[in-house]
């Protein structure tokens, strides 16, 4: 069974930083590129990051380009996302994704105020 | 950036009706359209991919179609389980973008 669990999100400040953390199992991570994608309070989708599987092709939204970092670790079955300079508008829950976003995470709650 | 345009934004419907959603794309993305179901405090469950082909496990009341710019979501007779929110996605090109979703609610 495909399983993604994120884990790392919490209360922060603005302009703080956060590192998330999705643990990957039931299937070949190591072959699939993967995405973040978010969602804030009452509001719609926005897909923010993709990594190919061995991590040489990445992208990121405007939003958050140069902001964030998306990264994985195959001997791990690891992905991440650090974010830096947390801003009021990138509170969300956050989702790890499958590269055809065909499996989703639970997701994980970032919320940035002061 | 493609965007992504929905409609209705929210629908009323009863048990058994047959409710059709249409997504609009701001450019040609041939079939690469994806519908997913949210529920609340869910994460979102792809219903179909490549504008018309139903994920394993998606009951075969939900279908989709279109190609080009213009999509339609189909569920052909409602159920209780499927009041939610319907996005489509454009998974043509990066930034995948999402339509603002439309909620379909019971009558």
């Known amino acids: 069974e495909v399983q993604l669990v994120e884990s790392g999100g919490t209360l922060i400040q603005p302009g703080g930083s956060l590192r998330l953390s999705c643990a990957a199992s039931g299937f070949a991570f190591a072959t699939f590129g993967m995405n973040w994608v978010r969602q804030g309070p009452g509001k719609g989708l926005e897909w923010i990051s993709y990594i190919s599987a061995g991590g040489s092709a990445i992208y990121y939204a405007d939003s958050v380009k140069g902001r964030f970092t998306i990264s994985r670790d195959n001997a791990k079955n690891s992905l991440y996302l650090q974010m830096n300079s947390l801003r009021d508008e990138d509170t969300a829950v956050y989702y790890c994704v499958r590269k055809t976003l065909d499996y989703w995470g639970q997701g994980t709650l970032v919320t940035v105020s002061s | 950036d493609i965007q992504m345009t929905q409609s209705p934004s929210s629908v009323s419907a009863s048990v058994g009706d047959r409710v059709t959603i249409t997504c609009r794309a701001s450019q040609d993305i041939a079939g690469w359209l994806a519908w997913y179901q949210q529920k609340p405090g869910k994460a979102p469950k792809l219903l179909i991919y490549?504008?018309?082909s139903l994920q394993s496990g998606v009951p075969s009341r939900f279908s989709g179609s279109g190609s080009g710019t213009d999509f339609t979501l189909t569920i052909s007779s409602l159920q209780p389980e499927d009041f939610a929110t319907y996005f489509c996605q454009q998974a043509n090109s990066f930034p995948y973008t999402f339509g603002q979703g439309t909620k379909l609610e019971i009558k």
């Open positions: 490549s504008a018309s």
